[in-house]
């Protein structure tokens, strides 16, 4: 037994108590900190667009070149979605706030069908874009950078999915909506 735990007379179990160097809550930090992850790994995607698109000496004038071509409405559409969705998850989080709980529970089910909407909308963007994967670096990034952020959408969904079951289960409230809000 140590000399600390001899003179306090009980013995401590488990890692020490977690230095809070930092004003932010560990949550809200890992949050941040997953953010910036995440940032980074776009812009690397798009760095690569810049330099295949901008970059590339072999790059055509018209863009994008033939036979490529965006979807530029269903881009649009997509956009809408997404930026909806916004709007509805901070309802959400504003509602349990103000300890609205159905306010929590419709903002919540409305931005996991806008989700919903919205990869669907992309998996009908794949089916006819007319080009894959395989047909050159401008494909391959368009793919790879939509693939990633659908990704991101589905395991968004997945967790708003879980918040919106504990929000119907009364887990929630104003005092205690951290995990709605990160």
């Given at each position: 037994m140590s000399a600390h735990a001899e003179a306090s007379g009980h013995e401590h179990h488990?890692?020490?108590a977690a230095n809070r160097s930092s004003r932010l809550d560990p949550a809200t930090l890992g949050m941040?900190?997953?953010?910036?992850?995440?940032a980074m790994l776009f812009g690397?995607?798009?760095?690569?667009?810049?330099?295949?698109?901008?970059?590339n000496p072999l790059a055509p004038a018209e863009w994008p070149p033939p036979p490529y071509e965006?979807?530029?409405?269903?881009?649009?559409?997509n956009t809408?979605?997404?930026v909806t969705s916004s709007f509805t998850i901070h309802w959400a989080t504003q509602s349990i706030k103000r300890n609205d709980r159905n306010g929590l529970r419709a903002g919540l089910v409305c931005t996991i069908l806008l989700g919903t909407a919205f990869l669907l909308t992309q998996l009908?963007?794949?089916a006819h874009v007319g080009f894959n994967t395989s047909d050159g670096a401008l494909a391959s990034v368009f793919f790879g950078l939509t693939g990633v952020h659908g990704a991101h959408v589905a395991v968004g969904l997945s967790l708003l999915t879980i918040s919106a079951v504990r929000s119907f289960k009364g887990h929630f409230s104003a005092e205690h909506h951290h995990g709605v809000e990160i």
């Open positions: 488990g890692p020490p941040f900190l997953f953010i910036a992850s995440e690397a995607f798009f760095t690569a667009y810049f330099f295949v698109r901008v970059v965006f979807p530029v409405f269903v881009a649009a559409v809408a979605i997404l009908v963007e794949y």
